[in-house]
T-cell receptor, first 113, second 116 residues
Framework: KAGVTQTPRYLIKTRGQQVTLSCSPI?????VSWYQQTPGQGLQFLFE???????NKGNFPGRFSGRQFSNSRSEMNVSTLELGDSALYLC????????????FGPGTRLTVL | AQKVTQAQTEISVVEKEDVTLDCVYE???????LFWYKQPPSGELVFLIR??????QNEISGRYSWNFQKSTSSFNFTITASQVVDSAVYFC?????????????FGKGTMLLVSP
């Protein structure tokens, strides 16, 4: 069974630009969660989507948004990038009901210059 | 509010030593799950173990063992006879019934360096 895939793996953007990251969950998993990892703040929850609906949201500004498609693939978008948005963005997929264990992808490393 | 504390930022050991990684958590929920994840330099978080709040049985898996004590809100992780391949950052995490178990609250992580 294929794992969680994230594209792209690396991205370099400049301040003020916007970026879209993609996550394809494990087949059959309908929940996708996004996390931001930085050296200073550690791993922080961004949001979670289930059946194309955002179920939970972390404490991030509105510049961070996401969506989920009918095939469970998810995208997250960050608009008006700031230097502090440089981070590893991790996506996790969950087979809801199976102890809600989250399986993580390899992440997208975003660098904002 | 939920919180996970990993007081050890970095631990260095020599191969074959035993090492224990500490995790203390806070939650108002009576039903929750605790997890340990390993993050090697590649960046991907690798699931190691899940424990629910009603199961205080300790668990052993090969060289890994976990000690869950609700009385002290701790979920510690021990690696016996450490190996160089164990070098990684280890994260303890909590998910609560209140959030539908859909969010993980992570500790800051403990970097383990095992030298030959």
């Amino acid at each position: 069974k294929a794992g969680v895939t994230q594209t792209p793996r690396y991205l370099i953007k400049t301040r003020g630009q916007q970026v879209t990251l993609s996550c394809s969950p494990i087949s059959g998993h309908r929940s996708v969660s996004w996390y931001q990892q930085t050296p200073g703040q550690g791993l922080q929850f961004l949001f979670e989507y289930f059946s194309e609906t955002q179920r939970n949201k972390g404490n991030f500004p509105g510049r961070f948004s996401g969506r989920q498609f009918s095939n469970s693939r998810s995208e997250m978008n960050v608009s008006t990038l700031e230097l502090g948005d440089s981070a590893l963005y991790l996506c996790a997929s969950t087979l809801v009901g199976s102890y809600n264990e989250q399986f993580f992808g390899p992440g997208t490393r975003l660098t904002v210059l | 509010a939920q919180k996970v504390t990993q007081a050890q930022t970095e631990i260095s050991v020599v191969e074959k030593e035993d090492v224990t990684l500490d995790c203390v958590y806070e939650t108002r929920d009576t039903t929750y799950y605790l997890f340990w994840y390993k993050q090697p330099p590649s960046g991907e978080l690798v699931f190691l173990i899940r424990r629910n709040s009603f199961d205080e049985q300790n668990e052993i898996s090969g060289r890994y063992s976990w000690n869950f004590q609700k009385s002290t809100s701790s979920f510690n992780f021990t690696i016996t006879a450490s190996q160089v391949v164990d070098s990684a950052v280890y994260f303890c995490a909590l998910s609560e019934a209140g959030s539908g178990y859909s969010t993980l609250t992570f500790g800051k992580g403990t970097m383990l360096l095992v030298s030959p």
